[in-house]
Structure formats: C-alpha cells, structure tokens
C-alpha cells in the first residue's frame, strides 16, 4: 500500500491527546504528518511544525484556509485529524468534510444532536470516511468480545453493567491542569464534563461489543466536588431495544481509580468480564460456571480480533496500539476507497459518534427534568 499523507488540527505544545495519535498512527507507519493547524496562536503553530519536520508552508493560521488550501493541492492530505477541544469539533469537521478530505476526530463527536446529524449527513453527501476514535475498541480482546456476542454465542442479552471511573479531579481546587481545565468549563465542553468525557466511552464500549441499541435512560448527574459547575459523578440506568436492561457510572472523584473502564455482560449462556486496564486478557463465563480466561496473542481469541495482535503473548500490547489498530484499519480503508477498490469498515464512525451525542442529551434531559426516564 502506498503511504498516505494527513494533516492535523490542534495537537500543539503541552496536548497529549495530540502526541498520542500521532504516535498511534506512527505505529504500522501507513500514514505521514505533512500538515497542520496545531494551534490558534500562529507561534506555537509554527514551533509545533517545526518539531514535527513539517514545511512552514503547510501550517496553517486557521484549519479554514487549512481545509482550502489541501483540497486544492494536487499532492494535497489524504485525512485530518481533529484533537481540539469538543467545542470546535463540529465547524473543523464540517469544513475538512466539505472540502472533500476523509476526517478522523477524538470523541465526543461534537456539541448538539443536530451538529451530530449534520455531520452524518455531509460524510454520506460526500461519500467520505470519518473516524471517531473510541480508542478502548481497538483492543484485540474487545473485538473478539464483539465477534463472540455477533455469532450468537452468548445468546440473548440479559443485562450489562459498565463503569468508568478516575479520581483524577477528586480535589476541590485542583482542575487538572490544561487537560482537565478545557473539560470543565462549559464554553469549551458544551456543558457536560465527566459524561462527556467518559460516559461516551462507556456508551460506544458496550454498544460495540453487544449490538444493543438503547431504548431509553434514567440518569443522575452531580456536582460532587465543591466548585465545579459541570458534573464529575454520573449515573445512569439503561433500558435498551429487545428487553435487556444496563447500569452505567462514571466518576472524575473515585480515589484510586485511574482510567477503570469495565464492562459486564450477562446472557442467558454465560457472562463476559472485560477490564480495560487489564486489556491483555477477557474473563468469559459458561452457563456451567466453567470460566475461562483467553489471552491475547493466544488461540482461544476470534482470528478477526487476533489479526490485530503485534507483538507474541506475554508481550503487553496497549493504549497506543489500541488507538493504532483503529488508525489501521482507517487508513487501509481510506487507500482502497482511493484505488477504488473494496474495504470493510473496523473502526467507530461517525454514526457512532452521533449515537454517543444522542446518549448525552439524552442522560442531560433527564437529570434536568429530576432523574426520570427520556427516550433516545
């Protein structure tokens, strides 16, 4: 396959969400950075392309005249990647989309319900690829927890319970320096802080691994720590499509908890513990009680699932290469549609994205309305 190029919004000095898909995409080496517009302050801009080797001819003042000036190069970017904070995600996307270029973008996909639609809609006009990186599911073990639950052999879902809980905001004062002060303040994260932030991940995790679709939510959402003015404690219980039911919490405030996410699935022929701390391996449950616990890099994992492996077992995959297994199967897909040949899409996508706007809203008006149950 030939190397890919993409350019990048945001990702400037001191974001590490930006260094972490670059180094995600460095991994297999499909893709190279030969633009961007790392920062709003054409200083820090310019350092951050000087940095990364980029021509100061291809950073850019504003990711407008970024999205023009590629489209309109004949050597111009195959992909962007958006890493600003959520409030920008929307008008970043929507321009890169309407110039043409296929669009990988952090969660959560954007602010509102219509920016999500919105968003939908131009990818399918323009017939372009869009990635939304819910990084937990590149994991090797969660796709073969995916590929096990899709061949029927759970049988019918009966409840999931699912939790993400950090401690990293947990003191009053303390605001988590760059990356937590953007999270809580309204103006840049559209009025949601620890739901949005993670209770998106919680949402797609389990949506991807069981195919269930939510029906309706009952959520409360507080303010624990004194001070914050967006939620850092979430609770929500889940009633999806078909009968099953579900509990999600995430928390910003849970001392000792780092990034705990964990998903439970209990079906009518066993039960599915996955710890995304411990994502090297997948508990699995039969009706006898028998339980079995499958490692990656071992022949127990579905081959679809372990053809992402890298490296034998024993030898830890993780975060990074998490991210980077979306980040392959994106950029192969983006080559073949290029070469126009066939593809078979791996990754979260902008429908997902919307989905996870929807789950928000919806978990929001609820919480207003004094916890009672709101249909998606």
């Known amino acids: 396959m030939k190397k890919l190029t993409y350019g990048m919004v945001g990702g400037g000095p001191g974001s590490f969400i930006g260094d ?81 270029i ?22 399918k006009e323009k017939n372009l690829l869009f990635l939304v990186t819910y990084t937990y599911m590149g994991h090797v073990t969660a796709k073969h927890i995916r590929k096990f639950i899709a061949d029927g052999k759970l049988g019918k879902i009966r409840t999931v319970q699912a939790e993400y809980p950090q401690g990293w905001l947990a003191y009053e004062g303390e605001w988590g320096g760059k990356q937590g002060e953007w999270r809580c303040d309204p103006k840049q994260s559209g009025g949601v802080n620890c739901l949005g932030d993670l209770g998106t991940h919680v949402e797609n995790a389990v949506s991807r691994m069981t195919g269930l679709k939510i029906k309706r939510v009952l959520a409360r959402m507080d303010k624990l720590v004194p001070g914050r003015v967006l939620d850092d404690n979430d609770m929500v219980l889940v009633e999806y499509e078909g009968g099953a ?28 513990l996955w710890k995304q701390e411990e994502c090297e391996k997948v508990i699995m449950i039969s009706r006898d009680g028998t339980i079995v616990e499958r490692h990656r890099g071992n022949g127990g994992i579905e081959d679809c ?72």
């Open 245 to 272: 039911v579900g509990t999600y919490w995430t928390s910003q405030v849970a001392i000792g908890h780092d990034n705990d996410l964990r998903v439970r699935i209990y079906g009518e022929n066993g039960s599915i």
């Open 20 to 100: 972490a898909h670059r180094k995600s995409i460095n991994i297999d080496g499909m893709a190279t950075l030969v633009a961007g517009c790392f920062s709003r302050t054409p200083e820090k801009c310019r350092q951050t392309g000087a940095e990364l080797g980029i021509d100061p001819d291809r950073c850019y003042a504003s990711f407008e005249e970024m999205a023009k000036a590629e489209a309109a190069r004949p050597d111009g970017i195959d992909f962007v990647v958006v890493v600003t904070p959520n409030v920008s995600h929307y008008p970043v996307c929507k321009a890169f989309l309407e110039a043409g």
């Open 102 to 123: 296929n669009v990988s973008c952090d969660k959560p996909l954007c602010l509102t319900v219509e920016e999500g639609e919105a968003l939908v809609k131009l990818a």
């Open 305 to 376: 699932a372990a053809a992402y492996g890298r490296l034998p077992s024993g030898h830890t995959e993780g975060w990074l290469e998490s991210m980077g297994n979306l980040y392959k199967s994106f950029i192969t897909c983006v080559a073949a549609k290029k070469e126009g040949k066939p593809y078979e899409i791996d990754y979260p996508t902008v429908e997902d994205g919307l989905e996870g706007v929807k789950f928000v809203h919806a978990c929001l008006k609820s919480n207003e309305q004094g916890s009672v149950w709101v249909d998606l």
